[in-house]
């Protein structure tokens, strides 16, 4: 009787020792803290990006998947191709001239984010107006007129036509037209660089 009361009471530690309850509740003064919700210092997320040590995504805030995202840049765009346009001269061997304003600015500059990748593009037409004086028949004769350059698009500079619109052309005979012309489209040149700078300038918004 003395055997048959003690084994019931031997298997109780054992019962107990092998309990998960009572594996918790005997260590939980030796684990460890459950972690502390910390707040999330902004200054800190935009230093780290995303928080996994990647350079932080492009585009608007609610576009952090940096899927499809298109900003229209056409209020800078149009002011600086007039600031690059707006003003500059040449000198020929037998007249000047000078272009004074952009007439014309017609066209559309973007900005496109697309798979957290930035890309600009543009498509323009413009018209400058010009004015010169050229010795014609020993005579100096003051002509006005516009330079029309046909609508093109980023990467198309050097393929850039000018083409040359008199205010007045009465008086002018054909081969004094044509020389004016080659000397109007000299201006082709300097237009390019220009739109370089411009191109240049867009690529770094």
């Keep these: 009787m003395e055997e048959t009361a003690t084994a019931p009471a031997a298997a109780a530690p054992a019962e107990k020792a092998s309990s998960y309850r009572y594996w918790v509740r005997e260590n939980t003064g030796d684990a460890a803290p459950l972690p502390v919700p910390r707040k999330l210092d902004p200054a800190a997320a935009t230093a780290n990006g995303n928080g996994n040590g990647n350079p932080p995504p492009l585009g608007s805030v609610w576009n952090q998947a940096g899927t499809w995202e298109e900003k229209n ?58 004015r010169g004086e050229w010795l014609i028949k020993e005579e100096n004769k003051k002509l006005k007129g516009h330079l029309d350059i046909p609508e093109f698009s980023f990467g198309e500079i ?3 036509e000018v083409q040359v619109r ?32 411009f191109e240049e300038e867009l690529k770094g918004r």
């Design 158 to 160: 050097d393929d850039l």
């Design 73 to 130: 840049l056409n209020s800078w765009a149009n002011g600086r191709i007039k600031d690059l346009l707006g003003s500059f001269s040449m000198e020929f061997p037998t007249g000047k001239a000078s272009i004074y304003e952009v007439s014309k600015c017609s066209g559309d500059a973007f900005q496109v984010t697309v798979r957290n990748k930035k890309r600009v593009g543009y498509n323009y037409e413009l018209s400058l107006k010009f």
């Design 166 to 197: 008199f205010s007045d052309d009465k008086g002018l005979g054909s081969d004094d037209k044509t020389r004016l012309c080659k000397d109007l489209k000299s201006f082709l040149s300097p237009i390019q660089e220009k739109l370089r700078m």
